[in-house]
């Protein structure tokens, strides 16, 4: 069974810290790109950074570019995004993804497997 399980969300304020973590099993960890996406009810899903586990390769959104920093454990099939200097408009419900195609983009429709999703709160 293939399973994405995302962890680590949570209350911080503005200028904190939280380091998310995305937890794959049921498929070859390196055959597949791994993106963060974020949500906002009423909002489009946004994407936020991605990851190519086999080499390393990242790209990320202009909006997190120099705050977040995404990582993998290839040991532990499992992704992390590391996200500093944290702004209320980070708030959102932040989902893990898994891309075969490893396109290293963020096309949503792409992406073959999703986690549940883990909150992510800002405050002020």
């Not at 390393?56 to 499992?78: E, L, M, P, Q």
């Amino acid at each position: 069974e293939v399973q994405l399980v995302e962890s680590g969300g949570g209350l911080v304020q503005a200028g904190g810290s939280l380091r998310l973590s995305c937890a794959a099993s049921g498929f070859t960890f390196d055959d597949y790109a791994v993106a963060w996406f974020r949500q906002v009810p009423g909002k489009e899903r946004e994407g936020v950074s991605c990851i190519t586990p086999s080499d390393g390769r990242t790209y990320y959104a202009d909006s997190v570019k120099g705050r977040f920093t995404i990582s993998s454990d290839n040991a532990k099939n499992t992704v992390y995004l590391q996200m500093n200097s944290l702004k209320p408009e980070d708030t959102a419900v932040y989902y893990c993804a898994a891309d075969k195609d490893q396109t290293l983009d963020f096309f949503w429709l792409r992406y073959d497997y999703w986690g549940q999703g883990t909150q992510v709160t800002v405050s002020s």
